[in-house]
């Protein structure tokens, strides 16, 4: 009897989801002492806040790959509709694609209503595809917009479980956040009075979350529109550096020097053009 | 796929072991710069466990007398323990030979100390620095189990593969068309050498930031230096 392997079966035929062919060998592989190399997570402390006109979203700029800072200003709130913004936290790719994806859906989706996009399908295509992949997916979501319903606040959990709040906070730093809005978050509240509390609750994730740091990003959604205020807040400058670090030439020294000639050059006569 | 069902029995509940872990990664970062006349060694004060800030002003670096001064990174339980632990042998060592401890002797029994607990260790990569008899300034740098070497320059802890690079190239001159044995540097640029270390470090390194201490040794004694660092 003929094995079939998978990529045999017809492209309608084909089962969805992970292939898992490469396990045995990945297993085999660390068995033997080879390192599992390791996914770029974002430590992170994403906000989201819902006040009196719209949504207001909030996310630091650290990207660390264990104990090393490998971004010291990425971007973590992403475009999904002009609409909706999706902040993310967990493994930088898995919230980077996810992200792109659903947008892209969503925005076939919009050519084929010929409307607005409404958060809850936003929300229930990230669900589903997150839910899918069975948490295999690292994509920890707060998605916040404003549609014919109103303005609108969801957290989405890896394994695809969501929550419809007022305020949340997600990532390394939500509990650092988290204490801030529940100090501080009143329903109905005016549009600076919202910045400054995602602000605040950002900076207590930056300054006492060691996954978190650098700087604040504020996104704005109302029904008029949308503010993106990148680096809203810049609460950690750089400490001067003292010394001047320049190297002066011939300090690498050349232990050998080829040069090859590309072309021959010989003098004679100009050549005829037609 | 799927797998099929396990068919082995479930065992009964029999014996069971349980363990603690004893030790804690606290991170920080120290460095330190032996010169002509002066050795300087520097700690930030940093104490983190996991994500979590324990504090930010846990000092790393002890003054353990007038001429030395040690930097212990890693466990801080066990840094605290061992500085504790050398302060009172160097006051029986007074007591004793009635003259204070000098460094090399303080290295020497730092040695033994550390592989005193060979089979549990002190959880702590340690640098020693101070003054040797002819005045020059020396440090020493050990493994968790006491192995130990004299050198010019030496960073440990969280940030050490971000600083020793820098060291090597701008304290030692490596990698560049310089003269084999490198000059001893002024106490100004290798003052300035340390707190750019640390700057840079804190940028890139979550466990080092908040503050640096630094102290600067001499044969008139001990100085020592604060400064603030990033506190993201």
């Given at each position: 009897?003929?094995?079939?392997?998978?990529?045999?079966?017809?492209?309608?035929?084909?089962?969805?989801?992970?292939?898992?062919?490469?396990?045995?060998?990945n297993?085999?592989?660390?068995?033997?002492?080879?390192?599992?190399?390791?996914?770029?997570?974002?430590?992170?402390?994403?906000?989201?806040?819902?006040?009196?006109h719209?949504?207001?979203?909030?996310?630091?700029?650290?990207?660390?790959?264990?104990?090393?800072?490998?971004?010291?200003?990425?971007?973590?709130?992403?475009?999904?509709?002009?609409?909706?913004?999706?902040?993310?936290?967990?493994?930088?790719a898995?919230?980077?694609?996810?992200?792109?994806?659903?947008?892209?859906?969503?925005?076939?989706?919009?050519?084929?209503?010929?409307?607005?996009?409404?958060?809850?399908?936003?929300?229930?295509?990230?669900?589903?595809?997150?839910?899918?992949?069975?948490?295999?997916?690292?994509?920890?979501?707060?998605?916040?917009?404003?549609?014919?319903?109103?303005?609108q606040?969801?957290?989405?959990?890896?394994?695809?479980?969501?929550?419809?709040?007022?305020?949340?906070?997600?990532?390394?730093?939500?509990?650092?956040?988290?204490s801030?809005?529940?100090?501080?978050?009143?329903?109905?509240?005016?549009?600076?009075?919202?910045?400054?509390?995602?602000?605040?609750?950002?900076?207590?994730?930056?300054?006492?979350?060691?996954?978190?740091?650098?700087?604040?990003?504020?996104?704005?959604?109302?029904?008029?529109?949308?503010?993106?205020?990148?680096?809203?807040?810049?609460?950690?400058?750089?400490?001067?550096?003292?010394?001047?670090?320049?190297?002066?030439r011939?300090?690498?020294?050349?232990l050998?020097?080829?040069?090859?000639?590309?072309?021959?050059?010989?003098?004679?006569?100009?050549?005829?053009?037609? | 796929?799927?797998?099929?069902?396990?068919?082995?029995?479930?065992?009964a509940?029999?014996?069971?072991?349980?363990?603690?872990?004893?030790?804690?990664?606290?991170?920080g970062t120290?460095?330190?710069?032996?010169?002509?006349?002066?050795?300087?060694?520097?700690?930030?004060?940093?104490?983190?466990?996991?994500?979590?800030i324990?504090?930010?002003?846990?000092?790393?670096?002890?003054?353990?007398s007038?001429?030395?001064?040690?930097?212990?990174?890693?466990f801080?339980?066990?840094?605290?323990?061992?500085?504790?632990?050398?302060?009172?042998?160097?006051?029986?060592?007074?007591?004793?030979?009635?003259k204070?401890?000098?460094?090399?002797?303080?290295?020497?029994?730092?040695?033994?100390?550390?592989?005193?607990?060979?089979?549990?260790?002190?959880?702590?990569?340690?640098?020693?620095?101070?003054?040797?008899?002819?005045?020059?300034?020396?440090?020493?740098?050990?493994?968790?189990?006491?192995?130990?070497?004299?050198?010019?320059?030496?960073?440990?802890?969280?940030?050490?593969?971000?600083?020793?690079?820098?060291?090597?190239?701008?304290?030692?001159?490596?990698?560049?068309?310089?003269?084999?044995?490198?000059?001893?540097?002024?106490?100004?640029?290798?003052?300035?050498?340390?707190?750019?270390?640390?700057?840079?470090?804190?940028?890139?390194?979550?466990?080092?930031?908040?503050?640096?201490?630094?102290?600067v040794?001499?044969?008139?004694?001990?100085?020592?230096?604060?400064?603030?660092?990033?506190?993201?």
């Amino acid at each position: 009897m003929a094995t079939t392997s998978i990529d045999s079966f017809p492209a309608t035929a084909r089962p969805g989801g992970f292939s898992f062919e490469l396990h045995t060998r990945n297993q085999v592989l660390s068995s033997r002492g080879a390192a599992v190399p390791r996914a770029t997570k974002t430590g992170t402390t994403i906000v989201g806040v819902v006040y009196k006109h719209g949504v207001v979203l909030g996310a630091d700029t650290r990207a660390t790959e264990g104990p090393i800072v490998a971004d010291k200003n990425c971007e973590k709130i992403h475009y999904i509709a002009p609409n909706m913004y999706c902040c993310g936290a967990g493994t930088a790719a898995d919230t980077e694609f996810t992200t792109n994806l659903i947008s892209s859906q969503l925005e076939l989706h919009r050519l084929a209503t010929g409307r607005q996009a409404r958060v809850v399908t936003a929300m229930t295509l990230l669900k589903q595809m997150l839910f899918k992949y069975q948490g295999q997916v690292g994509a920890a979501l707060i998605l916040g917009g404003c549609d014919v319903e109103g303005p609108q606040l969801f957290s989405i959990h890896p394994h695809g479980s969501t929550d419809k709040l007022p305020y949340v906070t997600m990532g390394s730093g939500s509990l650092a956040a988290m204490s801030i809005m529940e100090a501080k978050w009143t329903p109905d509240m005016e549009r600076q009075d919202a910045i400054d509390l995602v602000d605040n609750a950002i900076r207590a994730g930056i300054f006492n979350d060691l996954g978190s740091g650098s700087n604040v990003d504020v996104t704005v959604i109302t029904p008029e529109g949308v503010d993106v205020l990148r680096n809203y807040a810049t609460p950690n400058e750089r400490g001067v550096r003292e010394g001047v670090y320049d190297y002066a030439r011939g300090t690498t020294k050349v232990l050998t020097e080829s040069i090859r000639s590309l072309v021959e050059v010989v003098d004679g006569d100009a050549m005829e053009v037609e | 796929m799927y797998s099929t069902p396990s068919t082995a029995p479930i065992a009964a509940a029999g014996p069971m072991q349980r363990r603690v872990d004893p030790y804690a990664d606290n991170g920080g970062t120290a460095v330190a710069i032996a010169g002509e006349d002066y050795a300087i060694i520097a700690a930030d004060t940093r104490q983190s466990d996991g994500y979590l800030i324990n504090s930010r002003y846990a000092p790393k670096a002890f003054q353990l007398s007038d001429s030395s001064v040690v930097a212990c990174c890693g466990f801080y339980g066990d840094a605290t323990a061992l500085a504790s632990h050398l302060s009172q042998r160097m006051e029986q060592y007074q007591y004793a030979h009635d003259k204070p401890m000098s460094t090399p002797a303080l290295a020497q029994m730092l040695s033994n100390t550390l592989y005193g607990k060979r089979f549990f260790p002190y959880y702590v990569h340690n640098i020693l620095a101070g003054v040797d008899a002819d005045g020059k300034g020396c440090i020493f740098n050990y493994d968790p189990v006491g192995s130990f070497e004299r050198y010019r320059w030496q960073a440990a802890g969280s940030g050490v593969a971000l600083i020793q690079p820098f060291l090597d190239n701008q304290v030692g001159f490596k990698n560049m068309a310089q003269e084999a044995n490198p000059p001893f540097l002024p106490l100004e640029k290798a003052l300035q050498l340390v707190k750019d270390a640390f700057t840079s470090a804190t940028e890139r390194d979550i466990y080092t930031g908040d503050q640096v201490e630094i102290f600067v040794i001499t044969k008139n004694g001990v100085e020592k230096l604060s400064y603030d660092l990033k506190k993201d």
